[in-house]
């Protein structure tokens, strides 16, 4: 199946640093990337939509200058977190919806990346 | 806002029994999907049926969809300890291209 490759998997930053979080596709090409954030047993918040070639569209609530989103590539997507606070410590998660050629227009299915927790100290 | 909601929120049973968890959404969708989360990892598609569809099965897994009720359930038959993990489903939603994951079943089978 679809691998979806995030790095790092852990991150201890010192507050007021910014930390940049890459999630790449290795085996397709994802046209569009999805940025979550997950706190301690709660379920995954969509932060961000990041489509290849443009602006990534932010949920609400989301301040799209702290963090940071950038599709430049197919395979690649990376948000970064800048000027980090101990309030932005979190569990993000990147996931990718496949596109194949000749495939069908609805890929639904998502594949995630492994996550990455982050520590602001 | 999260559009699914999972319940149980937790559910702890023995190895062997069945495990069923339920979802419900809110608005219109397009397809209902199941995933799986091992604690500090990411996410496991596990199932995907669609608004046309009622039931779905895929090995120990079983998946019902009830438009008209908005809701769908997630039965793990003979249910073994690797199995302890997050259940979330998540909406696809009709018009829509986000999918919205719910709160979250947290599963613990013990041995």
Known sequence: GAVVSQHPSRVICKSGTSVKIECRSLDFQATTMFWYRQFPKQSLMLMATSNEGSKATYEQGVEKDKFLINHASLTLSTLTVTSAHPEDSSFYICSARASFPGGSSTNEKLFFGSGTQLSVL | ?111
């Open chain 2, 1 to 111: 806002s999260q559009q699914g909601e999972e319940d149980p929120q937790a559910l702890s049973i023995q190895e062997g029994e069945n495990a069923t968890m339920n979802c419900s959404y809110k608005t219109s969708i397009n397809n209902l999907q199941w995933y799986r989360q091992n604690s500090g990892r990411g996410l496991v598609h596990l199932i995907l049926i669609r608004s046309n569809e009622r039931e779905k099965h895929s090995g120990r897994l079983r998946v019902t969809l009830d438009t008209s009720k908005k809701s769908s359930s997630l039965l793990i038959t003979a249910s073994r300890a690797a199995d302890t993990a997050s259940y979330f489903c998540a909406t696809g939603r009709t018009g829509g291209f986000k999918t919205i994951f719910g709160a979250g079943t947290r599963l613990f089978v013990k041995a």
